[in-house]
């Protein structure tokens, strides 16, 4: 059950929820913050700790916005992280970054935190800084190439970016288990998995995992497609064990396959490998034009 204090909705725009109207409908109905996620990451739910300590700071003063940040992974380095500058946060995103600082940003051991996209965002400070026209977030320019190979210029700006106009602003590091996104069938493969069950409408990682981190899982253009992901798998490998999985090429799995440790499947152009049902492959470098038939 939602508390009173809070809203959980995705915003593309402040500009937007302010001259909709919707902003002073939420404040008219006593609501003080709202929290604000990728419609994309699973693991955002309300937390009602993050919640409490807003409504209730240890010091009596309120943050205006806070960033749920979380360790930064092989699987992260291109996450916007928070800086300090002019005693302000602000948000860089790796389209901001010069081509040669990228390796830099992102570095795991510099840069040890990356953006979630969760954000808990003051009511009545979003009004009064959009009537001032305070908020101040930089246009992001990102080269795109669309299907087809068309070079397009996509502008955006990142709702994270105005961080820098709010006061009391803080970045809360919180773990990994609040960024679960799916973008892409990888994503999805992980989530699919035994790694998580549905608890409550969160999903959690099984206790069984002997680590808190996710698998490296890095699926191939033929997986690309959600229908081909599906029709490739009989049934969602058992992944508790695993560190690393990359498959690229023609590759289907059979019923009831585990993988543990490191696996690469690379099947090459014109190949195809099968792999049959309740093969197990721990540390496997597989490759070529075959069907396991040991497990």
């Given at each position: 059950?939602?508390?009173?204090?809070?809203?959980?909705?995705?915003?593309?725009?402040m500009?937007?929820?302010?001259?909709?109207?919707?902003?002073?409908?939420?404040?008219?109905?006593?609501k003080?913050?709202?929290?604000?996620?990728?419609?994309?990451?699973?693991?955002?739910?309300?937390?009602?700790?993050?919640?409490?300590?807003?409504?209730?700071?240890?010091?009596?003063?309120?943050?205006?916005?806070?960033?749920?940040?979380?360790?930064k992974?092989?699987?992260?380095?291109?996450?916007?992280?928070?800086?300090?500058?002019?005693?302000?946060?602000?948000?860089?995103?790796?389209?901001?970054?010069?081509?040669?600082h990228?390796?830099?940003f992102?570095?795991?051991?510099?840069?040890?935190?990356?953006?979630?996209?969760?954000?808990?965002?003051?009511?009545?400070?979003?009004?009064?800084?959009?009537?001032a026209?305070?908020?101040?977030?930089?246009?992001?320019?990102?080269?795109?190439?669309?299907?087809g190979?068309l070079?397009?210029?996509?502008?955006?700006?990142?709702?994270g970016?105005?961080?820098?106009?709010?006061?009391?602003?803080?970045?809360?590091?919180?773990?990994r288990?609040?960024?679960?996104?799916?973008?892409?069938?990888?994503?999805?493969?992980?989530?699919m998995?035994?790694?998580?069950?549905?608890?409550?409408?969160?999903?959690t990682?099984?206790?069984?995992?002997?680590?808190?981190?996710?698998?490296?899982?890095?699926?191939?253009?033929?997986?690309?497609?959600?229908?081909?992901?599906?029709?490739?798998?009989?049934?969602?490998?058992?992944?508790?064990?695993?560190?690393?999985?990359?498959?690229?090429?023609d590759?289907?799995?059979g019923k009831?396959?585990?993988?543990k440790?490191?696996?690469?499947?690379?099947?090459?152009?014109?190949?195809?490998?099968?792999?049959?049902?309740?093969a197990v492959?721990?540390?496997?470098?597989?490759?070529?034009?075959?069907?396991?038939?040991?497990?």
């Amino acid at each position: 059950m939602r508390k009173p204090g809070t809203l959980l909705v995705t915003v593309t725009s402040m500009l937007v929820f302010y001259n909709s109207g919707l902003l002073d409908t939420l404040i008219g109905e006593g609501k003080e913050y709202i929290f604000v996620s990728n419609i994309d990451n699973l693991g955002a739910t309300v937390d009602l700790y993050i919640l409490n300590h807003l409504m209730n700071p240890p010091n009596g003063k309120r943050c205006e916005f806070v960033m749920e940040v979380t360790d930064k992974t092989r699987a992260d380095v291109k996450g916007g992280t928070l800086t300090q500058c002019e005693g302000k946060l602000r948000l860089v995103e790796i389209a901001q970054v010069p081509k040669a600082h990228v390796d830099e940003f992102k570095s795991v051991s510099k840069f040890k935190i990356f953006n979630t996209n969760n954000l808990w965002i003051s009511l009545s400070a979003v009004k009064r800084l959009q009537e001032a026209n305070s908020i101040d977030m930089e246009i992001i320019v990102n080269p795109k190439t669309l299907d087809g190979g068309l070079n397009v210029i996509q502008l955006e700006t990142a709702v994270g970016a105005a961080v820098k106009s709010f006061e009391n602003s803080l970045g809360i590091n919180v773990p990994r288990s609040r960024f679960l996104p799916v973008k892409t069938t990888s994503d999805l493969l992980l989530v699919m998995s035994n790694l998580y069950s549905l608890n409550a409408g969160s999903l959690t990682m099984s206790e069984k995992r002997e680590f808190p981190t996710v698998p490296l899982v890095k699926l191939g253009s033929s997986f690309t497609k959600v229908q081909d992901y599906l029709r490739r798998f009989e049934s969602i490998p058992d992944m508790l064990e695993l560190d690393h999985l990359t498959v690229s090429g023609d590759v289907t799995f059979g019923k009831n396959v585990v993988l543990k440790g490191t696996v690469i499947i690379i099947a090459n152009h014109g190949d195809r490998i099968d792999i049959p049902p309740g093969a197990v492959l721990e540390n496997k470098i597989v490759s070529g034009n075959l069907r396991i038939l040991d497990h």
